[in-house]
């Protein structure tokens, strides 16, 4: 079946502009988290949806993340101002169920360079 | 919160060879352990997970031991293959999120 997909898979924007990243999970699954990826390093949580539930927003590095989920659905990342410094892989993961051991499936990942 | 270290974060290994893998965690309440293979250019893929209620499980070349005492996992990676080059991330789960380690890049040489 479909796994999780994200678009784009590449994004080169200026300083100071803002973008937008989506995530489409598997289908079924309640649960979806972001992560990003900085060059050479683990992955960094930034925030989670579980159903209809508050996201768990901990994880965003300011306030020029922000990110929803429509539907219960497809996830968007938006990140505002850019700064050199946001350029990473974004990751997209789904599960089934947050709750016990649910397995976390993950998209290709958005390669974003800000110039 | 959880805190997941990782080691040796490079690997070199001649092919046949096994490769280990050390992570440690901090929040003892973590109950599921995943390993995570990420080629070039892809997203994580898990290869293989242990529950806190196990203390060893295997996958073909492939095993992953708990110690959950010691608060240490490892992953065991026999008969390596140059497809098994890659990144490998190990991942403590306490509650929904998963913390991971830094990474360990894993080159297996013909």
């Known amino acids: 079946g479909a796994g999780v997909s994200q678009s784009p898979s590449n994004k080169v924007t200026e300083k100071g502009k803002d973008v937008e990243l989506r995530c489409d999970p598997i289908s079924g699954h309640t649960a979806l988290y972001w992560y990003r990826q900085s060059l050479g390093q683990g992955l960094e949580f930034l925030i989670y949806?579980?159903?209809?539930?508050?996201?768990?927003k901990s994880g965003l590095p300011s306030d020029r993340f922000s990110a929803e989920r429509t539907g219960g659905s497809v996830s968007t990342l938006t990140i505002q101002r850019t700064q050199q410094e946001d350029s990473a892989v974004y990751l997209c993961?789904?599960?089934?169920?947050?709750?016990?051991?649910?397995?976390?499936?993950f998209g290709p990942g958005t390669r974003l360079l800000v110039l | 919160g959880e805190n997941v270290e990782q080691h040796p974060s490079t690997l070199s290994v001649q092919e046949g060879d096994s490769a280990v893998i050390k992570c440690t965690y901090s929040?003892?309440?973590?109950?599921?352990f995943p390993w995570y293979k990420q080629e070039l250019g892809k997203g994580p893929q898990l290869i293989i997970d242990i529950r806190s209620n196990v203390g060893e499980k295997k996958d073909q070349r492939i095993a992953v031991t708990l110690n959950k005492t010691a608060k240490h996992f490892s992953l065991h990676i026999t008969e390596t293959q140059p497809e098994d080059s890659a990144v490998y991330f190990c991942?403590?789960?306490?509650?929904?999120?998963?913390?991971f380690g830094a990474g360990t890049t894993v080159t297996v040489r013909a």
């Open positions: 949806f579980q159903g209809n539930s508050a996201p768990d």
């Open positions: 993961a789904s599960s089934h169920s947050p709750s016990g051991e649910e397995t976390q499936y």
């Open positions: 991942a403590a789960k306490d509650d929904y999120k998963l913390s």
């Open positions: 929040d003892s309440a973590s109950n599921y």
